[in-house]
């Protein structure tokens, strides 16, 4: 399996494509050589090539993790009828895609749909709403994590088009608080802080039926698993999910900061983290481990 991680690494970290995000201008400031892979089993082993310890912004992966939380609350009907489950096909901060459903969201991985799954939940106040989701975080990842503040910062000063998104989920009644407060709680989510290993833990838990391999601790229950994995297999890397799915055969995240996430559900998770993005958002080496380990270690679901 090592090797296999190794041999990925070695092939891939010459790759050129892609480039950093820049509409958030701190994550334009990451190096972009930076190139980790992280594996995490459903018995709590994790293996780990090149930058693993590296903490880097967790992004819309984030939005996995929210919408466990949510879905423990609310139930996965309600969930699905006041959020939804299919894709768009626009980009994932797209205005047009709001438009064209009479300003409903339609996935929670979009952020009009995450902006409004953060706003669902039940709380008393920004902290009690930050709270319940950092507080997720740190079981899935075995861990207490933070915000990086530089990122936080950079975000914040840069988000009026998801403050936009925000007051036209509340035009049409499908934001549940008030909306400044619900994104700048998705802002603070997009700016944890996390390494491969985290992430990859963090995706082990799910692929251990909601129970964190490390910790042991059950993190989400059983029957919400099959919702996330819908949610992630149909709009996990946006438009280009559909090749990301014709070449691994798996569930997956990806975040604008440079990670990606695949599942392997009954096994293992995939952690990578290298920052030059496709045009969608998706990290480029990440996927390229993704299919390459996907196929070595036969772990696509459409073969059995
Ligand atoms: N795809 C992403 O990772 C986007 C997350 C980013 N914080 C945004 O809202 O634009």
């Known amino acids: 399996m090592l090797d296999f991680m190794t041999s990925a690494h070695q092939s891939f970290s010459s790759v050129k494509e892609g480039a950093n995000a820049s509409y958030i201008p701190f994550l334009a400031s990451v190096p972009s050589d930076l190139f980790g892979i992280a594996i995490a089993f459903t018995n709590g082993e994790v293996l780990e090539v090149g930058d693993t310890k590296y903490e880097f912004a967790i992004e819309s992966i984030s939005k996995v993790f ?50 409004a799954t ?32 530089e990122v936080y910062q950079s975000e914040s000063d840069t988000n009026a088009h998801n403050r936009g998104i925000s007051w036209l989920l509340k035009n049409s009644g499908n934001m549940y608080t008030d909306p400044d407060q619900a994104c700048d709680v998705y802002t603070r989510q997009c700016s944890v802080a996390i390494t491969c290993r985290d992430l990859a833990i963090m995706g082990g838990t799910i692929a251990n039926g909601g129970i964190n391999p490390v910790t042991k601790k059950q993190v989400v229950s059983q029957e919400n698993i099959q919702p996330i994995l819908a949610e992630m297999m149909m709009n996990g890397l946006y438009e280009n999910t559909g090749n990301w799915l014709y070449s691994t055969g798996l569930p997956g995240k990806s975040g604008v900061g440079g990670g990606i996430l695949a599942v392997v559900p009954g096994k293992c998770a995939l952690a990578v983290f290298a920052p030059p993005l496709d045009i969608h958002g998706n990290s480029v080496k990440g996927q390229k481990v993704g299919a390459f380990l996907s196929e070595k270690l036969g772990w696509s679901l459409f073969n059995k």
């Not at 039940?122 to 503040?149: C, H, M, P």
């Open 66 to 115: 929210t919408l466990a939380r949510v879905l423990e609350e609310l139930g996965k009907e309600e969930f699905k009828a006041k959020i939804g489950s299919n894709a768009t096909g626009e980009p994932f901060n797209s205005v047009i895609a709001l438009e064209l459903h009479k300003e409903h969201p339609y996935n929670p991985f979009d952020n009009a749909g995450a902006i």
């Open 118 to 149: 953060v706003s669902l939940l039940n709380a008393k106040s920004s902290d009690d709403r930050w709270n319940q989701i950092i507080s997720t975080y740190n079981l899935f990842a075995g861990r207490e994590l933070a915000v990086n503040n």
